[in-house]
């Protein structure tokens, strides 16, 4: 269930609750990925390989999906479904 604020005229959304969901997965996935260069320098200034490699794969994986939501929208788009 998306987040909603309280009061608000569900007539007024611009976009259905979906579209909002699917936007903000991958935003949220994109923010991720842009922080995790940080915590893998992070990693590496404390002598973390381990964890460096976790950060990796977490990073992989995120990539992944935010490649998976980019390519679910760009069908929700074409489909005439993105409102």
Known sequence: MAMRQEGFDRQQMPLSDVSFDIITALQNKLE???????YMDDCDEAGEDETRR??????QDDHR?????RSHLEALVREGRFH
């Not at 991720?32 to 940080?38: G, H, K, R, V």
């Not at 976790?54 to 990073?59: D, R, Y």
């Not at 999906?65 to 939501?69: G, V």
Request: hydrophobic letters at 60%; aromatic letters at 12%.
């Open 65 to 69: 999906h935010a490649q998976l939501i």
């Open 32 to 38: 991720a990925l842009a922080i995790y260069e940080t």
């Open 54 to 59: 976790l950060f990796e794969q977490i990073m």
